[in-house]
T-cell receptor, first 114, second 114 residues
Framework: AQSVTQPDIHITVSEGASLELRCNYS??????LFWYVQSPGQGLQLLLK??????LVQGIKGFEAEFKRSQSSFNLRKPSVHWSDAAEYFC????????????FGSGTKLNVKP | SQTIHQWPATLVQPVGSPLSLECTVE??????LYWYRQAAGRGLQLLFY??????ISSEVPQNLSASRPQDRQFILSSKKLLLSDSGFYLC?????????????FGPGTRLTVL
C-alpha cells in the first residue's frame, strides 16, 4: 500500500533563511509526486509536481523539489523564506494505476520568525 | 474561469444528527470530484471520489456517504454523526485524464460534532 511520511510536524525558520521540508514515500514504483500548501482555514494550492524526467522541479513562489529515487524522497526547498510562506505544507503521491487516489502526508507546519 | 464552492463554511452539530455538505463547481464540465477530510493534526484523507453523475467510489468505510446528483454537484452526507466525524472537509475537482491535470480545492467546511 502507498504511504507518505513527512517526519517534521513543525519547523521554525528565520525570515531569509533556507528551508527544506522532507517527504518520503512508500510505493512499488515511482509514483506521481506533489507538494501543496495550505494557509490557515483555507483549501490547498499546488506548489509543484513531478511525473518524470528532470529530478529537480521548479514550482510557484520560488519553491523547488528534488526527487531522489534511491531514497524514495521528494524534499521541498526554498533558498530564502519569506514571512508569507508560513503555512502548512503537504506532500502527496498518486499511484500510476489510479490518478484519482491522492495519498497525502500528515503535513509540516512552517513558522517563520521575523 | 472555474470556481469551486462549499457550504456551509462552518457547522456545529450534535452527535446523532444528520449531515449534508454541498460542493459545486462552476466553469467546467464533467469534472472528477473529490471529498477529503482533514482531522486535527493529520493530513488529508480521501473519502470519496466521482468520475461522473451517480458514480461514487468510496475509499474509507465509515458512516458517511456521497452522492453526485448533477454533473457539478457533490454532496457529503451522514444519517447520524459521530464525534469522530469532526474535522475540516475539503472538496476538490480536476479534469478527467492523466495526473497532469491539477486538483483544485474548495475553501472547506469546518465541522464540529458535540
Amino acid at each position: 500500500a502507498q504511504s507518505v511520511t513527512q517526519p517534521d510536524i513543525h519547523i521554525t525558520v528565520s525570515e531569509g533563511a533556507s528551508l527544506e521540508l522532507r517527504c518520503n514515500y512508500s510505493y512499488g514504483a515511482t509514483p506521481y509526486l506533489f507538494w501543496y500548501v495550505q494557509s490557515p482555514g483555507q483549501g490547498l494550492q499546488l506548489l509543484l509536481k513531478y511525473f518524470s524526467g528532470d529530478t529537480l522541479v521548479q514550482g510557484i513562489k520560488g519553491f523547488e523539489a528534488e526527487f531522489k529515487r534511491s531514497q524514495s524522497s521528494f524534499n521541498l526547498r526554498k533558498p530564502s523564506v519569506h514571512w508569507s510562506d508560513a503555512a502548512e505544507y503537504f506532500c502527496a503521491v498518486v499511484p500510476l494505476d489510479n490518478f484519482n487516489k491522492f495519498y497525502f502526508g500528515s503535513g509540516t507546519k512552517l513558522n517563520v520568525k521575523p | 474561469s472555474q470556481t469551486i464552492h462549499q457550504w456551509p463554511a462552518t457547522l456545529v452539530q450534535p452527535v446523532g444528527s444528520p449531515l449534508s455538505l454541498e460542493c459545486t463547481v462552476e466553469g467546467t464540465s464533467n469534472p472528477n470530484l473529490y471529498w477529503y477530510r482533514q482531522a486535527a493534526g493529520r493530513g488529508l484523507q480521501l473519502l470519496f471520489y466521482s468520475v461522473g453523475i451517480g458514480q461514487i467510489s468510496s475509499e474509507v468505510p465509515q458512516n458517511l456517504s456521497a452522492s453526485r446528483p448533477q454533473d457539478r454537484q457533490f454532496i457529503l452526507s451522514s444519517k447520524k454523526l459521530l464525534l469522530s466525524d469532526s474535522g475540516f472537509y475539503l472538496c476538490a475537482w480536476r479534469l478527467a485524464g492523466g495526473p497532469n491535470n491539477e486538483q483544485f480545492f474548495g475553501p472547506g467546511t469546518r465541522l464540529t460534532v458535540l
